[in-house]
């Protein structure tokens, strides 16, 4: 019987289906069968993100509306073969959702892979509670924004409430400058005075190469000597039980910054 976890956030933007992304090619690439789901329903992120598009036949729609097997609506990655994606459909209206259907959708699916990753809605939407009812933890992803910090730890306290036990955080997009100059929260300051759960790790600044790989379906996290590399595969070692290091930033050099 496999996982299912829920990877969520406070609000919108601050990178949780990049997270998700980087979260799942890296169990895959260690040789587990991961199977995501795309919750952000009438948005539908994942399919263009991985460069999976065109390959979209059915979506999580077409399933619960029993147009297709779900075994129709899973699409393989086309980088990594244990890494697989149910696509959300831009079409679908919450009221139509059928929270008991898909939580049967999670129970199978967990039976043929090791873990069931859910990119839920941002935020307290009715999609982000069907989620959180077919999962035993969740991670949260977070900037070091006040507002950001603020809101994911209101989602922490609708997860206690729900009855979670096993809720952590990530923080993305870590601009250490920021923090010298006082214009973000520091990391220890969000841990202390806000978010009070396990910390899995951190994603350093890199929005311009996070973009040029989204924009081209080529997830960051397939170059493995970066330093976003190092960032998830420290967050998905935490994850899994396994303490080690977090990366260490280094700034680069102007030639580095010149030619890459």
């Known amino acids: 019987m496999g996982e299912s976890i829920a990877i969520t956030s406070g609000k919108g933007g601050v990178g949780k289906s990049s997270t998700i992304i980087g979260i799942g090619m890296i169990l895959a690439q260690m040789g587990y069968r991961v199977c995501m789901i795309d919750m952000d329903?009438?948005?539908k992120n994942l399919d263009v993100m991985m460069g999976?598009?065109?390959?979209?036949?059915?979506?999580l729609k077409d399933v619960m509306d029993g147009k297709c097997t779900l075994s129709r609506a899973i699409l393989q990655d086309k980088q990594q073969d244990n890494l697989y994606l149910i696509p959300a459909c831009k079409t679908i209206h919450?009221?139509?959702?059928?929270?008991?259907?898909f939580e049967e959708i999670v129970q199978s699916l967990k039976q043929s892979f090791d873990y069931v990753l859910l990119d839920t809605p941002a935020g307290m939407e009715s999609g982000f509670l069907y989620s959180i009812r077919c999962v035993n933890k969740?991670?949260?992803v977070t900037t070091l924004d006040v507002?950001?910090?603020q809101d994911c730890d209101r989602i922490i306290g609708i997860l206690m409430k729900e009855g979670m036990e096993e809720i952590s955080f990530v923080v993305n997009r870590m601009n250490v400058h920021l923090i010298e100059k006082g214009n973000q929260c520091s990391f220890g300051g969000s841990k202390k005075n806000w978010l009070s759960v396990e910390f899995f790790g951190v994603m350093f600044f890199d929005d311009e190469e996070v973009m040029r790989s989204n924009n081209h379906g080529t997830p960051v996290v397939l170059k493995r000597d970066t330093l976003l590399y190092s960032c998830y595969y420290s967050i998905v070692k935490n994850m899994l039980g396994e303490r080690v290091e977090l990366p260490k930033y280094k700034e680069k050099s102007l030639l580095q910054k010149l030619f890459g």
């Open 94 to 101: 919450i009221a139509s959702f059928q929270g008991d259907h």
């Open 138 to 140: 969740a991670v949260l």
């Open 41 to 43: 329903l009438g948005l």
């Open 52 to 59: 999976l598009q065109h390959r979209v036949l059915y979506d």
């Open 147 to 149: 507002t950001s910090l």
